[in-house]
């Protein structure tokens, strides 16, 4: 949906894209896997392994999104970096597969799990297996609720909800908005909506905003959220001021309905993650803006918790985060707004996209 970048453009896209995908698959140390049975069993939790390394296991939810094949290429890399090694297992926005690879991370004796939670509940019975085979486990961007999870590692998501909200408001401080939400098993969803609501309120309490539309999107599709977007235009004859979409893949469906009712362009729409098609929509004005998280500070601050708490070291958290059981330690980091105005000094400033790709300029 969306891309409309030449094919020059697309086939360097596709090798950066390919670059940090292979650079996964061939490392000797990383094996990025889905079949559990693929996985030798040749170490014991807190026992370094025959080369004498601590072995960290990452269980990822989904490689959908653009950003998720960037951390696991950035935390593989960082854990690496501090000498370690990790096991990658991504589990396609399965449940039973994911509590079925992080059980074969566990009887494989890593050290240390870090865990993406496709459902916040069900990952609660991850960290119980874990902790029976003294594993600790750290959440990495999602929190997983209802469970004794040893750390939290996040951007600041409820931060992330108010950004948007701010720059929508700004431009459209009276009219009716849409929320397309992102998935209502994530917790990040519930956070970034609660950011929304922070900001809105005033606004819906003062009869200044109405909110006309509000579901959530599953499994923060495009597709998912396109079908949104047209319920909510049919609902309302086209009469939108403004959409408030959680991140760019649902902003991309978004802007796809608004593109079939003429509307692309003239309706402010929000997104996160700063995807390249995100940005590039941002260049031609059909989004207004993302949020960027600097994913690199993510993963390298998430290994360094994590080799560190492999090891025993002690680990100090300045945030704690209620997850329905316990006030989990948690370490969240700044989410930045991004729009044509500081697109050059935020994303671009951090190589991460090219110029030419975000401006679909030639060389
Ligand atoms: C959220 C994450 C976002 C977004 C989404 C879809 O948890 O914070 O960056 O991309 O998942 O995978």
């Known amino acids: 949906m969306d891309r409309g970048f030449s094919n020059a453009r697309l086939i360097m896209f596709t090798l950066t894209l390919i670059f940090f995908t292979s650079a996964c698959e061939n490392a000797a140390e990383t094996r990025a896997t889905t079949d559990p ?7 014991s939790p807190g026992q370094p392994s025959e080369e004498g390394k601590i072995k960290i296991g990452f269980s990822m939810d989904t490689l959908e999104e653009e950003r998720w094949l960037r951390d696991r290429a950035l935390f593989k890399e960082a854990v690496e970096n501090l000498g370690a090694e990790v096991e990658i297992m991504a589990a396609n926005e399965d449940d039973a597969k994911q509590i079925l690879q992080a059980e074969t ?4 004796g890593v050290d240390l799990l870090v865990v993406v939670p496709n459902n916040a509940e069900a990952t609660a019975a991850i960290v119980n297996k874990a902790h029976l085979a003294g594993i600790k486990v750290i959440s990495y961007d999602r929190l997983v609720k209802n469970a004794d999870i040893d750390m939290y590692i996040s951007f600041d998501n409820e931060q992330v909800g108010e950004l948007q909200a701010k720059a929508i408001t700004e431009l459209v401080p009276k009219g009716r908005y849409v929320l397309i939400g992102g998935a209502s098993t994530d917790y990040n969803a519930h956070l970034l909506k609660k950011g929304v609501f922070n900001v809105l309120q ?10 006309v539309y509000d579901q959530w999107t599953d499994n923060w599709t495009p597709t998912n959220a396109y079908k949104n977007m047209e319920v909510a235009l049919k609902a309302n004859n086209n009469h939108i001021d403004a959409v408030i979409a959680a991140n760019d893949a649902t902003a991309g469906g978004a802007i796809a309905a608004l593109e079939a009712h003429g509307l692309a362009g003239k309706i402010p729409v929000s997104g996160q993650d700063a995807e390249l098609a995100a940005a590039q929509r941002i260049v031609v004005g059909t989004q207004h803006l993302t949020i960027y998280k600097p994913l690199n500070m993510l993963a390298e601050k998430a290994a360094e918790l994590a080799v560190k708490m492999a090891k025993g070291e002690s680990i100090v958290a300045d945030r704690k985060i209620n997850n329905g059981k316990i006030e989990v330690p948690s370490v969240l980091l700044a989410p930045i707004a991004v729009d044509r105005h500081n697109i050059d000094e935020t994303i671009i400033r951090d190589h991460f996209h090219s110029r030419e790709d975000v401006y679909m300029v030639d060389q």
Request: aromatic content about 4%; proline content about 5%.
């Open 37 to 43: 049975s693929a996985v030798e069993k040749n170490h």
């Open 105 to 108: 991370l566990i009887s494989q």
């Open 202 to 211: 005033p606004y819906i309490d003062r009869g200044d905003i109405t909110i």
